[in-house]
């Protein structure tokens, strides 16, 4: 006998006009309205600002724009932190790459939420200082600076207790990182679950998957965060139409 609860109230955002046009583009409902809005208030340029995270459809578009970023650093040792796998950890979903490459001046993105370092998943930081067991970096937001240790991420597996009548989680894998990642660009599936301050939307070829533009702007805590390369045309707006139905 499950109980079923509907959220049905945006925390990420607080401007109505942006959940409107954010809840139109989930649906497939004025479409090409909302897209107006967007295309007028979201700066038209090549390149980010800086702090923004570029989020792109495709891994090979992110990949060579962290890449080429992190060689346009120079003079500086590059540190490289190897995640460990124990258990069944589904290595296909890694939250942080199994092998980190770092720099000073790197800009990067936290990928679990620590109320103690006062970040969540997304806050996106420089790299100041880097040290074989921690990396030291500095919240774009806040200017604090972090002392970012190892941590770990817990994979279950479910079982239901015939004794108890209720449902067990049991750990069955863990995998142990520095939770960050380059975050000079991002894949728009990996971005989900983070939040955002500046967002620049590089769609390239063109968004090819349900829901793939609406994840992409609700990363975005207002709509003057977003920057875009191009003007963001209907055909980008692919909507699953089971969530309608």
């Known amino acids: 006998n499950f109980e079923f609860i509907e959220l049905n109230k945006v925390r990420r955002q607080n401007d109505e006009v942006f959940i409107?046009?954010?809840s139109n583009i989930r649906v497939g409902k004025n479409v090409a309205e909302s897209l107006a809005v967007i295309n007028e208030r979201c700066n038209i340029q090549a390149e980010p600002e800086d702090g923004a995270v570029v989020l792109s459809p495709r891994n090979s578009e992110v990949d060579t724009r962290n890449n080429t970023e992190l060689r346009r650093i120079r003079g500086v040792e590059e540190f490289s932190y190897t995640g460990i796998i124990s258990g069944k950890f589904k290595s296909d979903r890694l939250p942080s790459p199994i092998f980190l490459d770092l720099k000073v001046g790197a800009q990067v993105q936290f990928t679990q939420?620590?109320?103690?370092?006062?970040?969540?998943?997304?806050?996106i930081a420089k790299v100041v200082d880097l040290h074989n067991d921690y990396v030291?970096?500095?919240?774009?937001d806040t200017g604090e600076k972090v002392t970012v240790k190892r941590v770990f991420w817990e994979e279950y597996d479910y079982k239901y207790n015939d004794y108890k009548?209720?449902?067990?989680?049991i750990v069955s894998g863990t995998y142990e990182q520095?939770?960050?990642?380059?975050?000079?660009?991002?894949?728009?599936?990996k971005s989900q679950g983070n939040t955002l301050d500046k967002v620049h939307l590089d769609l390239g070829a063109g968004c090819f998957?349900?829901?793939?533009?609406?994840?992409?702007?609700?990363?975005c805590r207002t709509l003057n965060g977003i920057t875009i390369t191009r003007k963001i045309e209907v055909e980008d707006v692919q909507v699953d139409h089971s969530i309608v139905s």
């Open 165 to 169: 009548k209720s449902v067990e989680s």
């Open 178 to 189: 520095i939770p960050l990642k380059l975050a000079w660009a991002s894949t728009i599936h």
């Open 209 to 219: 998957a349900t829901g793939q533009l609406y994840v992409a702007l609700s990363r």
């Open 113 to 123: 939420n620590n109320p103690e370092w006062n970040v969540v998943n997304g806050t």
């Open 136 to 140: 030291v970096v500095k919240l774009l």
């Open 20 to 22: 409107d046009i954010l």
